[in-house]
């Protein structure tokens, strides 16, 4: 009988966030690959721009949240690092402004460039259900 595998675990956990981390670099590619070829360079720029920006923020995300919640659990509340939390939405949106205003991305594009998190999430949704599928045993 196979055994599947503990997700919960911390290594599975790492597994899983460098997997998503890894789709996002990937879809980002894709898209500004393809963008390159066939759309206006501002498209392309946005797209460059949007995915650059959504694997800083996942990666403040998960470092902000992480020092969060040591504290917490150490029982020292550093107002510090819930104000990251907060600043990074801002550096964002700033980022995005700029580059609007400046007349440098197309906006639909940035914004579609930022979904690449979503893209790993249903990467890394489909790969579950997968070995889901293919471990689980026999119904008779």
Known sequence: MKEIKDTGSEA?????????????????LVAVSIAAVIAPWRVTTGLLLGGLLSLL????????VGAIIEANAIGKI??????RYILRYLVVAAAVVAAYKLNLVSLPATISGLCSFVI??????FR??????IHREGIH
């Open 12 to 28: 599975a956990q790492d597994g899983v966030e460098a997997r998503i981390f890894r789709v996002m670099i990937a879809s980002v």
């Open 57 to 64: 923020n996942y990666s403040w995300l998960r470092s902000s």
């Open 78 to 83: 550093n107002g510090n690092r819930s104000v």
């Open 120 to 125: 790993a999430l249903f990467a890394e949704a």
């Open 128 to 133: 579950e259900f997968y070995f889901t599928i």
